[in-house]
């Protein structure tokens, strides 16, 4: 057996897929807006269709929890070392079975370190990358947060201790603080599963530095990052942006974290422009 991963697929099409990874604690859904908005403003430019793709990430969605053997080994704290190693595999094998060689891979927050870890582990299978509020960093010390946060969702058999993700605060944006995101995001966290977003957690904290990983990237790639995102905003992710050989990179005003969700048109505009360099290129 290997990490199970349920696909969702918005469009069918030529050339490679983008295969668009979400964030914590919600499932593919996050992207549903976005990928009508890229599939529209491609059509709307005449760019012939291409796939859109959108895996529910291990534990999220429809996508199982994964097994003890499939995560791999434990740390002494309850993180797995190897487990994003093995979840990158899984989104790779994916898009292998469908009988592509590469994708434009598309990562937001957590979805991102996955993203990173392809690039890693698999560089010869990314035709593109978008790096939307993400970070190369690992969490060091400060990542403690992470397993009191899988503690609390095991211990408790509830979502409620990653709801303040749909709670927004002082400084947030102004659509993070308008009723129908408090609602949709609310309706997101609620319908996950508790050993998914522990499982998720513990996945991140023992995950790899990849702080040298950004120069390595040879493919087309975007940067995307809310100015208002209180982990990745352009003050983390311009400097990424600046590491990598010829990325473009996006802030946008009035976004936080979620920036596919509370700002999908830009996000979308983003990416389709990043589908038509990789198309330049051949």
Not at 71 to 93: F, I, K, Q, T, W
Not at 107 to 124: F, K, T
Not at 242 to 270: L, M, N, Q, W, Y
Request: aromatic share 6%; net charge negative.
């Amino acid at each position: 057996m290997a990490i199970e991963l349920a696909n969702h697929i918005y469009r069918e099409g030529e050339g490679v897929p983008v295969v668009l990874m979400n964030a914590y604690p919600v499932d593919h859904r996050m992207w549903d807006v976005c990928a009508k908005a890229l599939a529209d403003f491609a059509d709307l430019d005449d760019v012939p269709p291409f796939p859109i793709w959108a895996p529910d990430m291990a534990g999220s969605g429809a996508s199982p929890v994964p097994s003890e053997a499939d995560s791999g080994p434990r740390m002494a704290n309850g993180a797995y070392s190897e487990a994003l190693d093995r979840l990158a595999g899984a989104y790779v094998d994916l898009v292998k079975s469908a009988g592509y060689d590469q994708a434009i891979w598309v990562g937001l927050s957590m979805g991102g370190y996955v993203a990173m870890d392809i690039q890693r582990l698999y560089p010869q299978s990314v035709a593109g990358l978008a790096l939307c509020d993400t970070m190369a960093a690992s969490d060091g010390v400060g990542g403690e947060g992470r397993l009191a946060m899988a503690n609390a969702a095991e211990e408790t058999d509830s979502v409620e201790p990653v709801m303040h993700f749909a709670r927004p605060s002082e400084g947030d944006s102004t659509v993070k603080r308008t009723p129908e995101f408090i609602r949709t995001m609310t309706d997101w966290i609620g319908e996950q599963s508790p050993a998914g977003l522990a499982w998720r957690q513990r996945m991140t904290y023992g995950r790899p530095e990849m702080g040298d990983v950004p120069a390595t990237i040879t493919a087309p790639t975007a940067v995307v990052s809310g100015k208002l995102d209180p982990t990745s905003n352009p003050s983390v992710m311009k400097p990424l942006a600046d590491k990598i050989p010829g990325a473009t990179f996006t802030a946008i005003p009035d976004c936080g974290h979620f920036s596919a969700v509370e700002h999908p048109d830009t996000v979308a505009r983003a990416l389709l422009a990043l589908v038509r360099r990789v198309q330049a290129r051949g």
